[in-house]
């Protein structure tokens, strides 16, 4: 009965996973999980009291533009030029969304033709593999490497077939390595996506997150040419659940993508955007405070890290840990083992990609004492 289209796509690993949990949870187990980076923590209480004012309005509930409120706009333009020191014009070089991640099907279905390549990271965000898939396109990994501080080979890239490649996604701050890129790496990559006719989009939700510059490709001068930028409210306001993200880049790629978005969604509740520019104006010191609590909880993890007699590269960026197994363990039988033994979850390497069997992925959205718990359950 389905589509031929889905063929190659499987459930969510964390939607099968979750309902293990659930039912594990169901039978009395106390789980603990530290798989997934959904933030536990608050928006700001001004965001969440505006998302209430503006819903007990009477006259604030019909569909919103496909742009998103002007304000809204404006207000992503002066977050991009106080943090990134990137100008966007709030008319033409900004677009919400509910969310990045489905930005990033907007992306692929509004450029990818059946049988284009798509330059995917491996390891990395499973989820522009199946978009890739989705919009007809063939997903090409590029590997990242410890070695290579987990930057993609551009050397090696630029020695391939490349003809056939039309977008390149890369995310740095990098899930789940933590890795970060650097201005210099950016400029190489983007002569390298001018050269060889590439639409780089970089994939930025992790940038505000224990990470002591936040970068934007776009920053980069001449980067619009070549490049877009997605960013998301979810991790940087603790806001995962309002789906609130946005399109950085060129007039021309914003309408492109806005026409394909604009069959797919209504708009954004006026509540969620109001919500929103609160947000986006919060003082520099919300991310000081935010980053202190995961500091702390850093701390303990990499406690847990060590009782699992784990490997922990320094100076890893955003809401996770990526640690690497003893040699010979393989990452879904020790997840499970863990599951099972301890009734305690992390994600395992396997999922995000072929050259991460041995390493596991640990969240930082669980409080302290949770953390704690869980190092009292290991050792
Ligand atoms: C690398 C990466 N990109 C995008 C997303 C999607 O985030 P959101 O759609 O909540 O903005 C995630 C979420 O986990 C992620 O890890």
Redesign the pocket.
């Known amino acids: 009965m389905q589509a031929e289209r889905l063929k190659h796509i499987q459930e969510y690993y964390f939607s099968t996973k979750l309902k293990e949990i659930a039912r594990l949870r169901f039978e009395g187990k106390p789980i603990i999980n530290l798989g997934?980076?959904?933030p536990d923590l608050p928006p700001p209480e001004s965001v969440r009291n505006t998302l209430a004012q503006v819903a007990l309005q009477t006259d604030a509930h019909r569909y919103q533009s496909y742009r998103g409120v002007a304000e809204l706009r404006h207000a992503i333009s002066r977050y991009y030029n106080s943090y990134f020191e990137v100008d966007l014009d709030a008319e033409t070089e900004i677009l919400p969304?509910t969310?990045?991640?489905?930005?990033?099907m907007h992306i692929s279905m509004a450029f990818i033709n059946k049988g284009d390549e798509v330059l995917l990271p491996d390891p990395?965000?499973m989820?522009y593999r199946a978009t890739t898939l989705l919009a007809g396109g063939q997903p090409v990994y590029y590997t990242l490497s410890e070695d290579n501080n987990y930057l993609p080979d551009l050397k090696a890239l630029a020695h391939s077939d490349l003809s056939k490649v039309k977008l390149m996604w890369i995310?740095y701050p990098?899930?789940?390595t933590g890795a970060v890129a650097n201005r210099d790496f950016y400029k190489q990559l983007l002569e390298f996506a001018h050269k060889h006719q590439i639409l780089v989009i970089n994939?930025?939700?992790?940038s505000m997150i224990l990470n002591a510059r936040p970068l934007s490709i776009l920053s980069i001068s001449g980067a619009k040419e070549t490049a877009l930028e997605?960013?998301?409210?979810?991790?940087s306001h603790n806001?995962?659940g309002w789906?609130?993200?946005m399109l950085l880049g060129k007039h021309e790629y914003i309408d492109t993508v806005l026409k394909y978005k604009s069959q797919m969604d209504s708009g954004m509740f006026l509540g969620l955007q109001k919500a929103a520019i609160m947000a986006l104006n919060s003082p520099p010191e919300w991310f000081d405070e935010l980053n202190k609590i995961y500091v702390r909880r850093k701390k303990i993890v990499l406690k847990i890290c060590q009782a699992l007699n784990l490997k922990v590269r320094s100076g890893q960026t955003g809401?996770f840990v990526w640690a690497k197994l003893p040699a010979g363990q393989n990452s879904q039988d020790f997840t499970d083992r863990l599951l099972k033994e301890k009734g305690v979850f992390m994600a395992p390497g396997f999922i995000f990609g072929q050259y991460s069997e041995n390493y596991i992925r640990i969240s930082l959205t669980n409080d302290e004492e949770i953390l704690t718990e869980t190092l009292n359950r290991i050792i």
């Not at 994939?203 to 992790?206: F, L, Q, V």
């Not at 997605?230 to 991790?235: A, E, W």
């Open positions: 997934i980076g959904s969304l969310g990045s991640k489905e930005g990033i990395g965000y989820t995310n990098h899930m789940p994939d930025n939700p992790y997605l960013n998301s409210l979810s991790k806001m995962a789906r609130i993200g809401l």
